[in-house]
């Protein structure tokens, strides 16, 4: 089965400008997640999509951090407007329903100067 | 709030011997646990799970333990290999809604 694809791969900006990543989940998985994972850092859950609603999005920085998976596929993540303190890898993954793993992107690496 | 912990940021290993990652949590209402390995510039990738009713789980060179009273697991590679030189995390989740809270991660050399 094809991986769980993310884009871009990288990315710089500037601070206080706008950003956003892209990810598509292994087919047929309805639950994905974005995690945020600063240098040195484990993940940490940003929010976390049944299908195409929230089921947890308490530890996103809302005032500048949005997510949506319209249709219950893709899913979009955006900060607006960046911090210097932003600056991460942000995985996105997806599991099966129920108790198992997750399968992670490769992620995209965000470097906010 | 750190709930699961990975205290060795790092370790070295001579391939062929064990290398034991450890791993500690704080919230008793964790009963799911998985370790996943990471290289640079990739996503993680799984590598083996266990369920609170179990102590001991084993897939091929890898093995994981539980100690349910410490809220402790430990992670055996044996024969440790080179190419499991990575970083690697542990993951636990209380029953609800399958999220995951990762430790710190342990950086894994294996020296030929």
């Known amino acids: 089965e094809a991986g769980v694809a993310q884009s871009p791969r990288y990315k710089i900006i500037e601070k206080r400008q706008s950003v956003a990543f892209w990810c598509n989940p292994i087919?047929?998985?309805?639950?994905l997640y974005w995690y945020q994972q600063i240098l040195g850092q484990g993940p940490k859950l940003l929010i976390q999509f049944q299908n195409n609603g929230v089921v947890d999005d308490s530890q996103l920085p809302k005032d500048r951090f949005s997510a949506e998976r319209l249709k219950g596929v893709d899913s979009t993540l955006k900060i607006q407007p960046a911090k210097l303190e932003d600056s991460a890898v942000y995985l996105c993954a997806s599991s099966r329903p129920g108790r198992s793993g997750y399968t992670f992107g490769s992620g995209t690496r965000l470097t906010v100067v | 709030d750190q709930q699961v912990k990975q205290n060795s940021p790092s370790l070295s290993v001579q391939e062929g011997r064990i290398s034991i990652l450890n791993c500690d949590y704080t919230n008793s209402m964790f009963d799911y646990f998985l370790w996943y390995k990471k290289y640079p510039a990739e996503g993680p990738t799984f590598l083996i799970s266990i369920s609170s009713i179990k102590d001991k789980n084993e897939d091929g060179r890898f093995t994981v333990f539980l100690n349910k009273s410490a809220k402790h697991l430990s992670l055996h590679i044996v024969p440790s290999q080179p190419g499991d030189s990575a970083v690697y995390f542990c993951?636990?989740?209380?029953?609800?809604?399958?999220?995951?809270?990762f430790g710190t991660g342990t950086s894994l050399t294996v020296i030929p």
């Open positions: 993951a636990a989740s209380a029953d609800t809604g399958n999220q995951f809270y």
């Open positions: 087919s047929g998985h309805a639950t």
